[in-house]
T-cell receptor, first 113, second 113 residues
Framework: DAKTTQPPSMDCAEGRAANLPCNHS???????VYWYRQIHSQGPQYIIH???NNETNEMASLIITEDRKSSTLILPHATLRDTAVYYC??????????????FGKGTHLIIQP | ETGVTQTPRHLVMGMTNKKSLKCEQH?????MYWYKQSAKKPLELMFV???????ENNSVPSRFSPECPNSSHLFLHLHTLQPEDSALYLC????????????FGPGTRLTVL
């Protein structure tokens, strides 16, 4: 799986949009971008994933650049409960087999009241 | 509530003890995983089971012994552990051939004295 680079920490005011960047300049054509988050002392939680088109679900939006070398996770209206470590992971999404996730250090997002 | 439960949530054991961690998923998934999260380190994949067969073992010491009796249950048997094995042990499951999101349990906080 390709390597990702994320800022170690970010602050965001409550109610504002939180924009979390991720660089993945060595991403391959068949690798997807996944985002998970881990609230303190809990298991990681899946947020969203995408290949090359922008994606949106009830939790967040994912913006992937045209060259696919970077992406941004957007939490449109951050709340205090969004304080967590956010992990950007790139991996193949082929149909068969099972393989584990490779986590980096992620971005510690702190939502300020 | 992610549909993945882990017991016990907390465990303290001596180096000569034998204990087991249990994971159960209620999602109908066919792949299960064990991860380890030590203090200030990224999550590390330990074992992967697909269709009840072990498909990956990331150079984990033999004092950790996994068991997957069926697609809903996963165990991690522990014996003669070291204090540096103290960590949060996380179980996850996913449905291969359909999607690649992994659903994590809350983890077992293990302390080895």
């Amino acid at each position: 799986d390709a390597k990702t680079t994320q800022p170690p920490s970010m602050d965001c005011a409550e109610g504002r949009a939180a924009n979390l960047p991720c660089n993945h300049s060595t991403i391959s054509g068949n690798e997807y971008v996944y985002w998970y988050r881990q609230i303190h002392s809990q298991g990681p939680q899946y947020i969203i994933h995408g290949l090359k088109n922008n994606e949106t679900n009830e939790m967040a939006s994912l913006i992937i650049t045209e060259d696919r070398k970077s992406s941004t996770l957007i939490l449109p209206h951050a709340t205090l409960r969004d304080t967590a470590v956010y992990y950007c992971i790139v991996r193949v999404n082929s149909g068969g087999g099972a393989d584990g996730l490779t986590f980096g250090k992620g971005t510690h997002l702190i939502i300020q009241p | 509530e992610t549909g993945v439960t882990q017991t016990p949530r907390h465990l303290v054991m001596g180096m000569t003890n034998k204990k087991s961690l249990k994971c159960e998923q209620h999602l109908g998934h066919n792949a299960m995983y064990w991860y380890k999260q030590s203090a200030k380190k990224p999550l590390e994949l330990m074992f992967v089971y697909s269709l009840e067969e072990r498909v990956e073992n990331n150079s984990v010491p033999s004092r950790f012994s996994p068991e997957c009796p069926n697609s809903s249950h996963l165990f991690l048997h522990l014996h003669t552990l070291q204090p540096e094995d103290s960590a949060l042990y996380l179980c996850a499951s996913s449905q291969e051939l359909v999607g690649r999101e992994q659903f994590f349990g809350p983890g077992t906080r293990l302390t080895v004295l």
